[in-house]
C-alpha cells in the first residue's frame, strides 16, 4: 500500500492525503499542516525523518523515539528526555519495528518504514520478545491469557453508544464479527441484555472515560480492548464508524465491523501478527474493510482454544496467502495488570 520512491513522492503523496483527510483544515503546505497535527498527535510530523542517516542530529528526532517507546520498541525511558540524534538504540527499535510489522529490515528511516510508522495503527505497547517461528506470525499476550469458559456473552452499553447508525445494524455488525471467531474455535457469544453482567462490555466512549487511556477524537485513537479474562471492550464515540461505505461518504469513515472483529481478537488473547493480510495486523485504513479470518489467525486463536469440529481449513486455503510467513513475536504485558488494546489511526491513508 505504501509503495513510496523517495522523499519527494513521499511528501507530495502524504501532503495530498493529508489535505483530503483534513477538509477542517484550510490548504496550507505540508509543514504547516503537520506542525498542526490532530488532536495534539505527532505522527503526522514524521514525514521529514525520510532518509535522515544514524548518527544525525533532527529536531523533533526525540518524538519519533517517544512513538517507539510507546509501542515497546525502545527501553528504558531515559533518565533525561530523549535526544533529538539517531543513535544505536533507535536503530535497533528501527529493526525490531520493521521485523515486527514485516518491512524490509534495513535499520533506516526509509520512505516505506516512515509511512508505516505513519500510518493507521493499533496502538498496543508492541513490548514483545521475538520467538522464531518456521511458519507463524500470529502472537499472543505474555502469560497467553485466555478465557476458561467456553459460552460467553456479550453487551452494549445502554448509555455509551452512537446514535446516527441504528442499534439493529450494530448489533448485527458484532453479531457477525463474534461468529468468524465462534466458527473456528469451541467458543459461543450470546448478546445478553444486562450489560454489567455481560463477559465481554462493548460501548462508544468519548475523551478520558476513566481507565487512563482517553479517546482522542476523529482518527487518532479508535478503539481499545483488554485481554482474557477482562472483556471491556471500548469505541471512541468521536470516529466516524461505518456500517456501509456505499452510504457512509465520509473519508475519515472506519468500519466498525473490521475493528470489532480485530478486537475480538484481543478480547480472546491474542496479540498483532506480522502478516499483513491478518485481521490482527495492527495496521488499517479508513474506508477499508477487513473482516475474514486468514490463516495466521485462525491457528493463532485455535492453539488457545482448540478447533470447532465443524470448522476444516481447507475452507480458507483458496483465499489466505500468509501461510508461510517466517517470523512471529510472543507479546508481553504483566499477567495481573490489564492490557490495553489501543486502535490508533493516523489521518495517513492513500
Ligand atoms: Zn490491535
Ligand atoms: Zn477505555
Known sequence: MFQFVSYKTTVALLSFSLLLSLPCF????????????????????????????????????????????????????????????????????????????????????????????????????DASRELIHVT???????????????????????????????????????????????????????????????????????????????????????????????????????EKWAVDFGSEKSKVAVDLESVATHEIGHVLGLAHSSVKEAVMYPSLSPRTKKVDLKMDDVEGVQALYGSNPNFKFSSLLESDTSFGWAVGSEMRSSVTSLVMIVFTFTVCFL
Request: overall charge neutral; glycine content about 10%.
Open 26 to 125: 484550510p490548504a496550507k503546505t505540508l509543514n504547516e499542516l503537520t506542525a498542526a497535527g490532530r488532536n495534539g498527535s505527532a505522527w503526522h510530523d514524521f514525514a521529514r525523518f525520510v532518509d535522515v542517516g544514524r548518527g544525525s542530529h533532527v529536531s523533533g528526532m526525540s518524538e519519533l523515539k517517544k512513538y517507539f517507546h510507546r509501542f515497546g520498541y525502545l527501553n528504558p525511558v531515559p533518565k533525561t528526555n530523549f535526544t533529538d540524534t539517531f543513535d544505536d538504540p533507535l536503530e535497533s527499535a528501527i529493526i525490531a519495528y520493521q521485523k515486527k510489522l514485516g518491512l524490509a529490515v534495513t535499520g533506516k528511516l526509509n520512505s516505506e518504514t516512515v509511512a508505516q510508522i505513519m500510518s493507521p495503527r493499533c496502538g498496543v505497547s
Open 136 to 238: 507463524r506470525h500470529y502472537a499472543y499476550f505474555y502469560g497467553e491469557p485466555r478465557w476458561t469458559r467456553s459460552n460467553l456473552t456479550y453487551a452494549f452499553s445502554p448509555e455509551s453508544t452512537i446514535g446516527y447508525i441504528p442499534q439493529s445494524d450494530i448489533r448485527a455488525v458484532f453479531e457477525r464479527a463474534f461468529l468468524r471467531w465462534s466458527a473456528v474455535i469451541p467458543i459461543n457469544f450470546t448478546i445478553a441484555d444486562d450489560y454489567w453482567t455481560a463477559d465481554i462490555k462493548i460501548g462508544f466512549y468519548h475523551g478520558d472515560h476513566g481507565d487512563g487511556q482517553p479517546f482522542d477524537g476523529v482518527l487518532g485513537v479508535l478503539a481499545h480492548a483488554f485481554s482474557p479474562e477482562n472483556g471491556r471492550f471500548h469505541l471512541d464515540g468521536s
